[in-house]
């Protein structure tokens, strides 16, 4: 097992224990919506584009209603549960560890955290927090790109008593905000789950106030 597979294997425990109607920290999206998009994401090419193309979000809306007709949600879930299909790309060795181990760890927290009872942040593995951390050097300047002022990530307790603190700079600015936080809190704030995300942020407080309002993940 992997954690990708273990979070998929979670996520799908926990929406059906949810139900459908659960709300998520996806707007406008229920714990439905989410099923559907995770099953458009591994198995519809063709719908797919619609995730990626802003101008096709129509064809993406018509193949999501589709498929909710199509399967009761707990046929759904328990299709997604048994991994991508044979035919997916999803389903080449190796990719799923690298394409779906941040999608449902996040989708995880998005169902997680919702509503009026969330639940609190989770304290994962050692080498489950070392590879947040790689993802994150990998592609934070991609997820912070827009960002309104300069970011960096800093990796909670990574400073020796007389040394730095493990750092990533995800983007440049004239005033710049330090993220504070665990590796997948900070994976979480860069998806856009700013609110919920346990995350320090430490600057000039026009600084955070104005990363703090941002929408800059896409």
Same mark, same amino acid.
Request: proline share 7%; hydrophobic share 45%.
């Given at each position: 097992m992997t954690f990708a597979k273990d979070e998929r294997s979670a996520l799908c425990d926990l929406l059906d224990q949810v139900g459908p109607d659960a709300p998520t920290l996806c707007e406008g999206w229920d714990a439905h919506a989410l099923t559907v998009h995770l099953w458009i994401r591994e198995t519809d090419p063709v719908g797919v584009t619609g995730m990626v193309a802003r101008p096709l979000s129509g064809l993406l809306e018509r193949r999501m209603a589709e498929v909710r007709q199509r399967w009761e949600f707990p046929e759904l879930v328990d299709r997604i549960r048994k991994g991508p299909a044979r035919l997916s790309v999803f389903a080449i060795p190796g990719v799923d560890e690298g394409a779906n181990t941040t999608e449902y760890f996040v989708h995880h927290e998005?169902?997680?955290?919702?509503?009026?009872?969330?639940?609190?942040?989770?304290?994962?593995?050692?080498?489950?927090?070392?590879?947040?951390?790689?993802?994150?050097? !990998?592609?934070?300047? *991609?997820?912070? $790109?827009? /960002?309104?002022?300069? %970011?960096? =990530?800093?990796?909670?307790?990574?400073?020796?008593?007389?040394?730095?603190?493990?750092?990533?700079?995800?983007?440049?600015?004239?005033?710049?905000?330090?993220?504070?936080?665990?590796?997948?809190? !900070?994976?979480?704030? *860069?998806?856009? $789950?700013? /609110?919920?995300?346990? %995350?320090? =942020?430490v600057g000039e407080p026009d600084a955070v106030a104005e990363l703090g309002g941002a929408d800059f993940h896409v």
């Open positions: 998005d169902v997680r955290r919702a509503g009026d009872a969330p639940q609190p942040s989770r304290v994962l593995a050692p080498d489950v927090e070392e590879w947040m951390w790689r993802r994150l050097k !990998l592609l934070a300047r *991609a997820w912070f $790109r827009r /960002a309104p002022v300069g %970011v960096v =990530l800093e990796r909670l307790g990574s400073a020796e008593a007389d040394g730095e603190p493990e750092t990533i700079r995800a983007t440049g600015g004239a005033r710049t905000v330090t993220l504070v936080g665990q590796p997948s809190e !900070l994976m979480v704030y *860069a998806h856009g $789950r700013t /609110a919920v995300a346990e %995350v320090k =942020l």
